[in-house]
């Protein structure tokens, strides 16, 4: 039986577990476009990345997830690209671009930052900037606590330090939600949240509003391009395995350890909330903190005004600054 942790988490993905994807005309224009290279990850699968744009700040992007893919940051070079910022996007092992085994054991958090070292080291990334959203906030933290030499700065947008925790609170505004369309009748017991009981409950209507609210706060219809790209090209049949570890995971006792500069960047109106960076600012030692006042999950689209900004400074900041 998953435990009740996995099951916070699943509730909201299962309806996103189907088959696994064909691929459409994107995917060819994709794989010959300028700046891309194969790499070989664990001796026998390849991934895809790009190198855009030319400058002295390298800046990596590790997307979320599990198996979303890159596309929802190619905004990044319009805002960043006349800035002295060399951007490399990247499609993780299980992602569209890249290749896509039906071994379940590529699904450990452990094997994705082997596969982030082996991509730095092909693409000869020497003290680089590494961005990491969402479930790629996750791996980045992984990473800068084994290959914290490698690193200039570190950046962690839009998640938080604790699965468990943040879980809580997304399925308290979940609970909000079901609320205010009850018109204030009860949403579900506490012992409901985190249960599959409360699967029934999490209805479409309820979805849509928490996705309008908390994910992309962008009129139903205006869709970014590039996002709405990434929606259609998640791995979502794959990925399953590595929801329970994901439920569980927590970082708190080892934030102390994070020497990098970082950046902690969130936003007003995501499920992971300002109090959760105020606290990893109080445990790292050389962290600041950006919250996007207009944001949600997918900032850098329903707040780049914001979200840009902020992290252009940082990654300008002299070194010895940080």
């Given at each position: 039986?998953?435990?009740?942790?996995?099951?916070?988490?699943?509730?909201?993905?299962?309806?996103?577990?189907?088959?696994?994807q064909?691929?459409?005309?994107?995917?060819?224009?994709?794989?010959?476009?300028?700046?891309?290279?194969?790499?070989?990850?664990?001796?026998k699968?390849?991934?895809?990345?790009?190198?855009?744009?030319?400058?002295?700040?390298?800046?990596?992007?590790?997307?979320?997830?599990?198996?979303?893919?890159?596309?929802y940051?190619?905004?990044?070079?319009?805002?960043?690209?006349?800035?002295?910022?060399?951007?490399?996007?990247?499609?993780?092992?299980?992602?569209?671009?890249?290749?896509?085994?039906?071994?379940?054991?590529?699904?450990?958090?452990?094997?994705?930052?082997?596969?982030?070292?082996?991509?730095?080291?092909?693409?000869?990334?020497?003290?680089?900037?590494?961005?990491g959203?969402?479930?790629?906030?996750?791996?980045?933290?992984?990473?800068?606590?084994?290959?914290?030499?490698?690193?200039?700065?570190?950046?962690?947008?839009?998640?938080?330090?604790?699965?468990?925790?943040?879980?809580?609170?997304?399925?308290?505004?979940?609970?909000?939600?079901?609320?205010?369309?009850?018109?204030g009748?009860?949403?579900?017991?506490?012992?409901?949240?985190?249960?599959?009981?409360?699967?029934p409950?999490?209805?479409?209507?309820?979805?849509?509003?928490?996705?309008?609210?908390?994910?992309?706060?962008?009129?139903?219809?205006?869709?970014?391009?590039?996002?709405?790209?990434?929606?259609?090209?998640?791995?979502?049949?794959d990925?399953?395995?590595?929801?329970p570890?994901?439920?569980?995971?927590?970082?708190?006792?080892?934030?102390?350890?994070?020497?990098?500069?970082?950046?902690?960047?969130?936003?007003q109106?995501d499920?992971?909330?300002p109090?959760?960076?105020?606290?990893?600012?109080?445990?790292?030692?050389?962290?600041?903190?950006?919250?996007?006042?207009?944001?949600?999950?997918?900032?850098?689209?329903?707040d780049?005004?914001?979200?840009?900004?902020?992290?252009?400074?940082?990654?300008?900041e002299?070194?010895?600054?940080?």
């Open positions: 039986m998953p435990s009740r942790a996995a099951f916070t988490l699943l509730l909201f993905l299962l309806p996103w577990l189907a088959r696994a064909a691929k459409d005309s994107s995917y060819a224009a994709k794989m010959r476009a300028p700046g891309v290279k194969m790499i070989t990850v664990d001796g699968y390849r991934v895809w990345t790009q190198k855009v744009g030319k400058g002295k700040i390298k800046l990596l992007l590790l997307h979320g997830g599990p198996a979303n893919t890159h596309e940051f190619e905004n990044f070079p319009e805002y960043l690209g006349k800035e002295g910022v060399e951007i490399y996007f990247y499609d993780q092992l299980g992602s569209y671009h890249s290749d896509q085994p039906k071994d379940t054991a590529i699904w450990r958090i452990g094997r994705f930052v082997d596969e982030v070292e082996q991509v730095r080291r092909t693409l000869k990334l020497k003290h680089f900037y590494l961005l959203h969402s479930w790629g906030g996750l791996l980045a933290l992984e990473y800068a606590a084994r290959y914290p030499e490698h690193l200039r700065g570190l950046i962690v947008s839009n998640m938080g330090y604790s699965a468990p925790i943040y879980n809580k609170y997304r399925f308290g505004l979940f609970a909000d939600i079901i609320r205010e369309q009850r018109h009748r009860p949403a579900a017991p506490d012992s409901l949240l985190g249960d599959s009981k409360m699967m409950l999490l209805t479409k209507p309820v979805q849509d509003e928490f996705f309008h609210q908390h994910m992309l706060r962008l009129p139903p219809g205006q869709e970014p391009g590039p996002y709405a790209r990434n929606l259609a090209h998640i791995n979502k049949a990925r399953a395995p590595i929801f570890f994901m439920a569980t995971w927590d970082f708190i006792a080892r934030l102390a350890t994070i020497r990098t500069p970082t950046l902690l960047l969130g936003a109106y499920f992971i909330p109090s959760a960076y105020a606290y990893m600012h109080q445990q790292m030692p050389h962290s600041q903190v950006y919250i996007c006042p207009n944001g949600s999950h997918f900032a850098m689209w329903d780049p005004q914001h979200y840009f900004p902020a992290l252009l400074r940082f990654l300008k002299p070194i010895k600054d940080k």
